[in-house]
């Protein structure tokens, strides 16, 4: 199974928007909405901060949006701010109780 | 409040077996699917494999299948990685992850495995 494919790298300034790509097939992201999104700082554990394609867990800020199109979802981050600069990874159900990530999105807030 | 914990982790010559464990608490391990994801250094997330309890189901990603055992023990909160056959392209660190939804929302902080001679 592939990975999913993500940007290398993104950067915006505080109080701008900025999206992050992912990009797979019918085999993930085309056939299956179980779509999540996770913010990884280094060092610590990562966290969901988006499933099943456009919902928030509880505690998430709603500057945080999922959406999907195709063979693509996006996550959109408004209103960047400082603490926002980390790694995301998208994430898709490939069938029955099997995932796939994407290669990861290293954000930087300028 | 929900706690994931790994154990287990180390150095390893290759061709080696390694068992992680995970305990939780803060909630009814036995009615919660489970996973285990690994980073490798420099590297991204990548999803291991999958355990529900009701039906019994296990669940691999083709790197690891037939090398890597997942297991639980809900009397002690407990759940397992079997690891065999390990080559150094599994140096990783190792977290224990909740199921949510078919997405993942608890995160143990990880274990770190070396596989090296």
């Known amino acids: 199974q592939s990975a999913l494919t993500q940007p290398r790298s993104v950067s915006g300034s505080p109080g701008q928007s900025v999206t992050i790509s992912c990009t797979g097939t019918?085999?993930?992201?085309?056939?299956?909405?179980?779509v999540s999104w996770y913010q990884h700082h280094p060092g610590r554990a990562p966290k969901l901060i988006i499933f099943y394609v456009t919902n928030r867990p509880s505690g998430v800020p709603d500057r945080f949006s999922g959406s999907k199109s195709g063979n693509t979802a996006s996550l959109t981050i408004s209103g960047l701010q400082a603490e926002d600069e980390a790694d995301y990874y998208c994430c898709s159900s490939t069938g029955t109780y099997t995932w796939v990530f994407g290669g990861g999105t290293k954000l930087t807030v300028l | 409040e929900v706690q994931l914990v790994e154990s287990g982790g180390g150095l390893v010559q290759p061709g080696g077996s390694l068992r992680l464990s995970c305990g939780v608490s803060?909630?009814?391990?036995?009615?919660?699917?489970m996973n285990w994801v690994r980073q490798a250094p420099g590297k991204g997330l990548e999803w291991l494999s999958y355990?529900?309890?009701?039906?019994?189901?296990?669940e691999y990603a083709d790197s690891v299948k037939g090398r890597f055992i997942i297991s639980r023990d809900s009397a002690k909160n407990s759940l397992y990685l079997e690891m065999n056959g390990l080559r150094p392209e599994d140096t990783a660190v190792y977290y224990c992850v909740r199921d949510h939804y078919y997405s993942f929302d608890y995160w143990g902080q990880g274990i770190l495995v070396t596989v090296s001679s």
């Open positions: 355990s529900r309890v009701s039906p019994d189901i296990k």
């Open positions: 803060g909630f009814t391990f036995s009615t919660y699917s």
């Open positions: 019918s085999s993930d992201v085309v056939n299956y909405d179980f």
